[in-house]
């Protein structure tokens, strides 16, 4: 299967930044779209951005300007850039991998998440 170890988040005041990276790891063959999410109690998981393997990025509208999506296909890796801060970004973050493993039958697909990391925004 594959795996993936984020790192990056914490806590930091409004207007500061933070910058959080996901490493893919396993049997892959390719990736295609790499993403970030974001869940707050008590609400749906939200789309933050994401990011196709010809480059092709997506953003919700709330982190448009502010966060820039970014990916390092030799590392397998993506990464969210996160400035200008708000305290309504405080979340759990988590990275989305989908693409192609080898796995015990072949060639498969799969789809790939984070274990999560907390972002918080607070002075």
């Known amino acids: 299967q594959v795996q993936l170890v984020e790192s990056g988040g914490g806590l930091v005041q409004p207007g500061g930044s933070l910058r959080l990276s996901c490493a893919a790891s396993?049997?892959?063959?390719?990736?295609?779209?790499m993403g970030w999410y974001r869940q707050v109690p008590g609400k749906q998981r939200e789309l933050v951005a994401d990011?196709?393997?010809?480059?092709?990025?997506n953003y919700v509208d709330s982190v448009k300007g502010r966060f820039t999506i970014s990916r390092d296909n030799a590392k397998n890796t993506v990464y969210l850039q996160m400035n200008s801060l708000k305290p309504e970004d405080t979340a759990v973050y988590r990275c989305?991998?989908?693409?192609?493993?080898?796995?015990?039958?072949?060639?498969?697909?799969?789809?790939?998440w984070g274990q999560g990391t907390q972002v918080s925004v607070s002075s």
């Open positions: 396993g049997s892959i063959v390719s990736i295609s779209v």
């Open positions: 989305n991998v989908r693409g192609r493993y080898v796995g015990t039958y072949g060639a498969s697909d799969f789809s790939s």
């Open positions: 990011v196709t393997g010809g480059g092709r990025t």
